[in-house]
């Protein structure tokens, strides 16, 4: 599908692609992984067009189509639902051009092509995608312009995958979406029927996703078959044969020398030590595998753990003004709890995290904490609250006002920063820098709990191994708020749901959340839902209101079948017309094909609604 030939690129002085060839196989899911600031953005804009290479080439076959999220948020009073649909641009210009042709032939033409592209069902699956991904039948009618960028960021995805283009490219897509957005993403692209290339740091993305590994390391691109963890299990052993492969030849080309050193001036031996000096010569050195070594994260842990609980609520409502945002909270918090927060974007994660910090007040009940608790609080949005102006050490030095610079700089190393990053302006960090700083900042006096707010955004895979690392080895109290699931299930012991006006605990694992997340999403309702402990029923995970009810299912292709009737009206008339055909018979005939191919669309259509009126009978629609 898409073939890369010695494609070489510079970015500055930084050699991003050197002669790097891959070739991609049709209908692939290939997840495009590398270390940050490796190239693999450039590599999506040099693919896409935006930018040309140095040298090499790319190609595609002839009348791909390609699709890219572009980088700036969508806008404009435009509604969700009909911006994704314009995405399809040809089904756009053909409902158009069929709102004014007055040709009969065309007119079929149209329909029929109409029906072949499923044009007449794009409204159901434009709002089935939104749906997944976090827009209820109310939100897909409201203007692009009354959402924030994040959320807009999730429509302009949306209108991609409908569009469905011959190769996709999504980079990070769940950076803007939550865990159920993320979860409903990864079922969705299991079954994408042509080619993806997706980066991502997302483990579990990659492993339930791809069949391919692309990786791009010092330059050069190389294709695994398998999904991530296969990838990871493969390399590791090409690691190890190159290392035994390469301490093979060191000892090799020692025993060659020792030998030219010692018999080199001997008459007898001359020919003997030039024939092993020439071996040398041409002995290809075997280029290891090098893993550039990733900083540790350090949390310190608590120098007096406190008592349990360190939190504990009873029947308490927080909010803004008078709005109630949640309610009916009675929860506590001990000492070494591992929560993970879910539930949807919008349901009150930050203000319940708020809360628990100490950062919003209760409206009403009571809050009960330790006296000496101290919270870390980690929110990627602080990221944008660090002085650009300043460095690592000039924000460390402000926690420790009487230190000495060497105590300073020796902080700020433990941190991540050591002498060659400790005095980089903020602006100069990449995101996953000033993330590993606002970290260290927040837990660096040994909180008894931290709360995390997406804390993987900016991170590789293997700096996410480092944080996962780092949580495990702390020993206070962690609250995660992630759409990375691979951490909640290395990191977190207990699940809460944010649903529903409110905040309880969920009794399945992740695995169980997710089939209940796609489940919701589908409008399936589940009998076997997990109970909370206690003879009363837990608060379900964030129900999603279903893609589209089947009534408006039976509805759309209610329409289209009345399309086709009318349109066989028409074909039927000039069929009727005793002259109509007598100067060119061949028209005649065309028309009666096209009345055959138009009644079996007819036809089929028909079953589609004796299927979904069915459907529709057994759940009592």
């Not at 409204?123 to 692009?144: C, M, T, V, Y």
């Not at 927080?318 to 001990?334: F, H, K, M, P, Q």
Request: some cysteine.
């Amino acid at each position: 599908m898409l073939n890369i030939q010695d494609l070489t690129y510079r970015l500055g002085e930084r050699l991003l692609f050197d002669s790097a060839t891959a070739l991609l196989p049709a209908k692939a899911r290939v997840g495009l992984i590398g270390r940050n600031g490796a190239g693999k953005t450039t590599l999506f804009r040099l693919v896409s067009g935006e930018i040309a290479a140095e040298s090499g080439d790319i190609r595609l076959p002839r009348q791909a189509r390609m699709g890219r999220v572009e980088q700036e948020a969508p806008g404009g009073p435009t509604k969700l639902v009909d911006f994704v649909l314009a995405a399809d641009t040809e089904r756009s210009a053909l409902m158009d051009e069929a709102e004014h042709a007055s040709d009969p032939g065309r007119i079929a033409d149209i329909q029929m092509r109409l029906a072949d592209i499923g044009a007449h069902s794009a409204p159901a699956r434009a709002a089935e995608i939104l749906s997944g991904l976090g827009f209820d039948h109310d939100a897909q009618q409201r203007p692009l312009s009354e959402f924030s960028g994040g959320w807009r960021m999730r429509v302009a995805l949306a209108a991609i995958l409908f569009s469905q283009p011959d190769l996709l490219l999504l980079d990070e897509p769940t950076n803007y979406l939550d865990l159920e957005g993320t979860l409903w993403l990864t079922d969705y692209l299991q079954t994408y029927p042509e080619s993806v290339v997706i980066i991502s740091h997302d483990r579990d993305l990659l492993d339930d996703v791809c069949d391919h590994i692309l990786h791009l390391d010092r330059g050069k691109l190389t294709l695994w078959r398998g999904n991530y963890s296969s990838f990871e299990k493969q390399r590791r052993e090409q690691l190890a044969i190159l290392q035994k492969t390469q301490k093979k030849q060191e000892d090799r080309r020692k025993d060659l020398q020792s030998f030219v050193d010692r018999f080199r001036a001997k008459a007898t031996k001359a020919k003997q030590a030039q024939s092993r000096l020439k071996m040398l010569e041409k002995m290809e050195p075997v280029e290891a595998i090098v893993d550039s070594s990733v900083l540790p994260f350090r949390f310190p842990s608590p120098a007096k753990p406190l008592s349990p609980p360190l939190i504990a609520m009873e029947g308490v409502s927080a909010g803004y003004d008078e709005r109630v945002i949640l309610s009916r909270l009675n929860l506590t918090i001990s000492n070494d709890d591992r929560i993970g927060l879910l539930g949807a974007n919008g349901n009150g994660k930050s203000t319940f995290a708020k809360l628990v910090a100490g950062r919003l007040d209760p409206m009403k009940g009571e809050i009960r904490r330790s006296s000496r608790i101290d919270v870390g609080f980690f929110a990627q949005h602080q990221i944008d609250d660090l002085d650009a102006n300043g460095t690592p050490v000039t924000h460390v030095a402000e926690l420790m006002k009487d230190a000495t610079q060497a105590q300073i700089r020796s902080r700020a190393a433990q941190i991540g920063f050591p002498a060659s990053k400790a005095d980089t302006k903020i602006t100069n960090l990449s995101g996953g820098e000033k993330a590993r700083l606002l970290m260290g900042l927040a837990t660096f006096s040994g909180p008894h709990l931290i709360i995390m707010d997406e804390p993987t955004n900016h991170l590789d895979i293997d700096s996410r191994a480092a944080l996962i690392e780092a949580i495990n080895e702390y020993e206070g109290a962690i609250i995660l708020v992630s759409h990375d699931r691979y951490l909640l299930e290395a990191c977190a012991d207990r699940l809460w749901v944010v649903a529903g006006g409110t905040v309880k605990p969920f009794d399945g694992d992740m695995d169980e959340y997710r089939r209940y997340v796609l489940d919701t999403s589908r409008g399936i309702l589940r009998k076997d839902e997990p109970q909370k402990s206690g003879s009363e029923k837990r608060e379900p995970a964030p129900v999603r209101k279903p893609a589209v009810p089947l009534r408006k299912k039976i509805e759309a292709v209610e329409q289209r079948m009345e399309k086709f009737n009318d349109l066989l009206r028409r074909i039927d008339e000039m069929l009727a017309a005793p002259f109509a055909f007598a100067r060119d018979t061949a028209k005649a005939g065309e028309l009666a094909k096209q009345r055959t191919q138009v009644e079996k669309a007819l036809a089929a259509a028909e079953e589609e609604w004796l299927a979904l009126t069915e459907e529709a009978e057994s759940v009592g629609g």
